[in-house]
């Protein structure tokens, strides 16, 4: 459907006006923020000279140099007011820009009143979007069944050895530990050492894995890894 009348200039400016207007406004806060910086270090070393003088000269009243420091208050209000304003442009811009990349863009052969190189310029932009959207949409993508997955671990499982098996297994005492000596006295190899109120440590070259201390912690200080 070809859109040569207004609906079409205003669908095809629109976009390009958004866009504009995000450059302008965009380039406009860093100026001023730029700006800013240096008047305000400026505006620092006055306020500190005219202390200075106050503090040394003492026919200077600290009244006498109040209007200079209301003026700086105020110009600081109008940039802080500044930027709001531009902030708030420059989301507004942003915002209808994606939207109209996103619904109002007019499709080929329906450009009106925009220069052919302008034109040429956005629909390579989308052209190279478009690329990367559908090559991100071909690859391929295998989808592991759960069955195919658990029977993977169990094969993987079963290659193991026992002291592999063990070592995917460690213990742990945790600082919440009395020192009670219950785990060391349960301890069929005495991989831990009873070290009465103190935190016990597991000896995990000796330590077979059995589980005995586990259920044995009055505290639950020994935590399975």
């Known amino acids: 459907m070809r859109t040569r009348g207004p609906i079409g200039l205003v669908r095809s400016w629109f976009g390009v006006a958004a866009a504009a207007i995000v450059l302008c406004s965009a380039a406009w806060l860093t100026a001023e923020y730029l700006r800013a910086v240096r008047v305000v270090s400026a505006e620092k070393a006055t306020i500190a000279s005219l202390q200075e003088r106050a503090r040394t000269d003492a026919t200077i009243h600290a009244t006498l140099l109040q209007p200079e420091f209301d003026r700086q208050r105020e110009a600081l209000g109008r940039r802080l007011k500044a930027y709001r304003r531009g902030g708030l442009l420059l989301l507004i811009s942003l915002g209808a820009f994606m939207v109209w990349i996103k619904w109002l863009k007019p499709g080929p052969g329906e450009w009106a009143g925009v220069p052919r190189w302008l034109v040429t310029r956005i629909e390579a932009l989308a052209v190279t979007r478009d690329d990367i959207v559908a090559g991100l949409a071909r690859r391929p993508k295998r989808k592991v069944k759960k069955a195919e997955l658990g029977a993977t671990r169990s094969e993987a499982t079963k290659r193991l050895s026992l002291a592999e098996k063990k070592a995917l297994i460690h213990y742990r005492v945790l600082d919440s530990c009395s020192g009670c000596t219950v785990c060391a006295q349960v301890c069929p190899l005495d991989a831990i050492e009873a070290r009465p ?26 935590e399975v890894i």
């Open 197 to 222: 109120y103190l935190r016990h440590e597991i000896n995990h070259d000796r330590c077979t894995r059995c589980g005995l201390c586990v259920p044995a912690c009055p505290e639950q200080a020994i």
